[in-house]
């Protein structure tokens, strides 16, 4: 069993900020697959659903971006996930507008859902997609992650969306070295 992960708030007002990429990643593979995240358990919503006869639970946490690591320990104790099961879909501002990379651990950069996960976790070990958003030196960083992407930002991430719903595909058979060299 697989935890694949989609970082993002919850509410309206969050729909479709950078910092809600996660989501958004997790959305479009739904609709894609005919998902829906109709169950709810431990602070966040759902969906199971399996690959290759490989069972993947798509997380979206509930609680707010800097507790998010609560919610995913929460479900890795429940359903026995080994830490090298779990897959995490984070913004990252330290990459270009929709650039994407694969990694199998790192540091958190200052992303507080990633500094939680890592608290809750006890390890930084964990396998990320880190999606670009870039950052604005014009605007307070705040204010900059839950602000929505511009039109000429979003059919770039919507590009973004589209090649990792297919690593999403890949996760459960492929093994990490070689899903990071076909998609890196």
């Known amino acids: 069993m697989k935890l694949i992960v989609g970082l993002g708030n919850p509410g309206c007002e969050y729909e479709n900020t950078r910092h809600n990429i996660g989501f958004m ?8 697959n005919g998902l829906t995240f109709s169950n709810t ?4 919503m759902y969906a199971e659903h399996y690959i290759k006869n490989e ?4 997380l979206k946490p509930l609680k707010y971006m800097n507790l998010s690591g609560e919610v995913i320990r929460k479900y890795v104790d429940y359903f026995k996930i080994n830490i ?11 990459l270009d507008v929709g ?15 990633l500094k939680n996960i890592e608290l809750n976790l006890k390890t930084n070990e964990y396998k990320r997609i880190k999606v670009g958003i870039s950052k604005s030196k014009n605007i307070d960083i705040v204010d900059y992650v839950l602000g929505k992407f511009t039109n000429d930002e979003l059919q770039v991430i919507n590009q973004s969306i589209s090649k990792i719903v297919k690593i999403i ?3 459960p058979t492929m093994s990490f070295e070689n899903l990071m060299n076909k998609y890196n």
């Open 25 to 32: 990643v997790l959305d479009e593979y739904a609709k894609e």
């Open 41 to 44: 358990k431990f602070d966040g």
């Open 84 to 94: 090298d099961d779990i897959l995490i879909i984070h913004d990252d501002m330290d």
């Open 55 to 58: 069972k993947i639970i798509f």
């Open 99 to 113: 650039n994407i990379k694969i990694r199998y651990k790192g540091g958190t950069a200052g992303h507080n859902g």
């Open 169 to 171: 595909e890949d996760f």
